[in-house]
């Protein structure tokens, strides 16, 4: 059997900010409607207790005020790689998946001039010329679709070791006066890829892609505080929770299976589904009707770790942090086992979708 070349993950590492904020941070907040209204028929008390019985969120992670995404993104990368036992220069590439570029404390306005990629070459003080560095802003799901460009450049024979990472700082840009802006956290997880050449397949095996965005590009957006009283004319977070809620449970499952379906797989043969961290009732969903499309009627305990309760939604981090942290035994009775299947999948703003099968 001949050998094919495969994009296999040889080091893992994330960023996790010390700095937390349990749901009492926000006791003190007046909440308004989008529509511009004070929220007044209900306690704080009352709002943060739904919340958390919604997203099952306890508390969320904030980067110090001295951070920006890039400082977070290094800091994730030089963990990557001493897991991987590598040398930086050794990378031919620098992806990283984001939404707002750096944001100074105090100051919403975000920096991508230049790229994240290129502020973090040049923090790692990384001279190796042939390194190439690009960004990739595809909502929530940027670290996954900057894996499958990744992927691409390996399978070309274009590039054959690099670095890919999902990072943001959402406690920056979301808006005080919205109660969804709770369910935003700051983080960055890493990935080190390199080019294998297996008979077997191996590292990533397919993924499937998909966008919506006629009907279901502003269901996150940027846009004006809730407080029409709000001094300045600073943009902020904006999300249409629910429509978004329905977009992805009933979306979602159909591309992961399409993903299954092209590595030759069945939902049987499937170990761990890693999936953005949104919200856990909607992961929940979204696993329950993966499994009815298979008319499976039994779910298998621990196929679904979850960080949300305790990290919150980091956006593009959620995935990489969550893979790093079952790689190294962070996490309570979950492990990867060489020869599993698992799925790394996500879904955000665009609305954009991606799920790839790897086999590690």
Excluded at 133 to 160: E, F, L
Aim: proline share 4%; aromatic share 6%.
């Amino acid at each position: 059997m001949s050998k094919e070349l495969y994009t296999k993950i040889i080091g893992t590492g994330s960023y996790i900010p010390p700095r937390i904020i349990k749901n009492s941070y926000f006791l003190k907040h007046e909440f308004y409607e989008p529509s511009g209204a004070k929220i007044e028929d209900k306690t704080n008390e009352e709002i943060i207790e739904k919340f958390r019985e919604i997203t099952n969120i306890e508390e969320r992670r904030y980067v110090e005020e001295n951070q920006v995404t890039s400082d977070i993104a290094v800091l994730a990368i030089q963990d990557a790689c001493e897991s991987a036992g590598i040398s930086k220069e050794s990378l031919d590439f620098i992806i990283i998946g984001h939404n707002f570029g750096d944001i100074e404390e105090g100051n919403v306005r975000t920096n991508i001039l230049p790229g994240l990629a290129n502020k973090v070459k040049m923090k790692l003080k990384l001279k190796n010329p042939d390194c190439i560095c690009h960004d990739i802003v595809s909502g929530c799901p940027g670290w996954t679709q900057a894996m499958i460009v990744a992927d691409s450049y390996i399978k070309s024979g274009y590039r054959k070791r690099g670095v890919v990472v999902g990072a943001d700082v959402l406690s920056r840009i979301s808006d005080p006066h919205d109660r969804d802006s709770m369910i935003f956290a700051d983080g960055a997880g890493a990935t080190i890829v390199e080019a294998v050449e297996s008979e077997e397949p191996t590292g990533i095996i397919a993924h499937s892609s998909r966008s919506d965005s006629i009907k279901f590009a502003d269901l996150l957006t940027l846009g004006k505080s809730n407080n029409p009283d709000f001094e300045g004319d600073e943009l902020f977070i904006r999300m249409s929770g629910r429509k978004l809620y329905l977009y992805a449970i009933t979306t979602v499952p159909g591309v992961v299976k399409d993903s299954i379906e092209k590595a030759g797989l069945d939902l049987s043969d499937i170990s761990k589904v890693f999936i953005h961290q949104a919200n856990e009732k909607m992961d929940e969903a979204m696993l329950s009707n993966l499994f009815k499309l298979y008319k499976v009627k039994d779910i298998p305990d621990g196929i679904m770790p979850m960080s949300i309760r305790n990290l919150g939604n980091s956006s593009t981090a959620t995935v990489p942090t969550l893979i790093d942290l079952v790689i190294k035994g962070k996490m309570e009775d979950q492990e990867i086992n060489t020869g599993d299947y698992t799925i790394l999948c996500s879904v955000g703003a665009g609305m954009n979708i991606n799920s790839i099968v790897y086999k590690w």
